[in-house]
C-alpha cells in the first residue's frame, strides 16, 4: 500500500509540476496504458479507495440507518461509482509513463513486467522497500554511533573536551 500512496503522491506532483507540458502521443499513451495495467496500479488504488469510503460513510450518512443502507448498496465493491476514479487515475498516471518514456522504452518496460521475473518483482517490491528503509536506517544508525566516537575520540587528541 504504501507504494500506491507514493504513487498517488507522485502523480500528483508530476501532474502539478508539469501541466504546461506537451500531450503525449495516442501512441505513447495506449503504450503506457498497457504498462499501467501491467504494473497492477488501478488494482491498488481499488484496494484504498473502500477504505476511503467507509471513512466518508458517518459524515454523509449521519447515523440515519436508511442513509446508512443506501451508501452501503452506492459503494459496494464493483459499485459504479469507483469506475471514473479509477479511469482517471489509470489515465493520469499513464500520461506520467507516456511523458518520461519514449514509446519503445514502455513497451520495453512492460514486457519486462510481464515475465515472470517482472511480476515477481512487483509482488515483492513493498517487502523489498520496507527492508531495505530498515537496512539503510540501522547502519545510518550504526554510523552515527561510530562516528560520533572517532569524533570524540579526535577532538581528545587534539586536548578538547566534548
Known sequence: MSRLLLTIAGTLLLLVCSASAQAPSPEAMDAARKLVATLKIAD????????????????????????????DAMTAPGAEIYAPFFTAIVDQIAAIYATSFTVDELRQIEAFYSQPAGQKLLQKSDALAQASAQIGQDVSQKAADELKLRLIEALRQKGQKP
Not at 50 to 61: D, E, I, S, W, Y
Not at 65 to 71: K, L, Q, V, W
Open 44 to 71: 491498488q488504488y481499488r484496494a484504498v479507495l473502500p477504505q476511503l469510503l467507509l471513512k466518508l460513510r458517518p459524515v454523509v450518512a449521519q447515523d440515519r440507518p436508511e442513509i446508512e443502507h443506501n451508501y
